[in-house]
């Protein structure tokens, strides 16, 4: 679940950011549109408690973010927030195994290699386990990031402009693999993009995720 209230963030010597008030249900998906500079990934980063509100409210898989310090951020967030950045930040020294391995280890874990395995099995890219990512394609690797991301089965699934640079096909693909994630997760899935073909690959019903809904930022809100 997430939910807000008049929840606002002013960049130091940058624009001051309004969001509109959401209430996200556990397991829905929230579609976050708007054009390129609207604070749709201020808003990610503000619900993953990368970024601290300048006013408003926030609470995250039950959780109030306004009164968490670093630390308990950096803990809470491990636990309870799958992200998939928009530059995918695998680390090229390192095979796609031991890519996850250290989101284990970042999030205070032993590695897990049956987990890992797991993960990987479900977006079906378990056979490039050994491979680093500069030998993966532009789909692999986000399969691979994707997995990373619900590694430590996250409460929210937070996903910043997937479809980016991706044909339809591809396009069509990474929005049903994260409505099929989140779903087998019972998480709710947050996809922020300026991309008009997103809204449509949603489909009637849903996918069976319990709500959806859209939201529109607008620059003009700024
Ligand atoms: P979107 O993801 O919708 O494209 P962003 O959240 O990245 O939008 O940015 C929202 C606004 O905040 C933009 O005007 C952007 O220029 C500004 N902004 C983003 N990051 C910073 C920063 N670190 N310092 C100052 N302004 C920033
Ligand atoms: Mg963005």
Known sequence: MIRTHQLSYQYPAGPLLVFPDVDVPQGAVLLLSGPSGCGKSTWLALVAA????????????????GTLKNIAADAWRARAIGFLPQKLHLSAALDVQQNLALAQWASGQAEDPARIHAALSALGVQELARRRPSQLSGGQAQR?????????NPRVILADEPTASLDDEAASDAVGLLLDTARTHGATLVIATHDARV????????????????LQLQRNQL
């Open 50 to 65: 990368l970024l601290a509100p300048t006013a408003g409210t926030l609470t995250v898989a039950e959780q109030a973010l």
């Open 144 to 152: 691979v990031a994707l997995a990373r991301a619900v590694l430590l």
């Open 199 to 214: 809204a449509a690959l949603i489909p009637p019903g849903n996918n069976g995720q319990i709500g959806f809904q859209p």
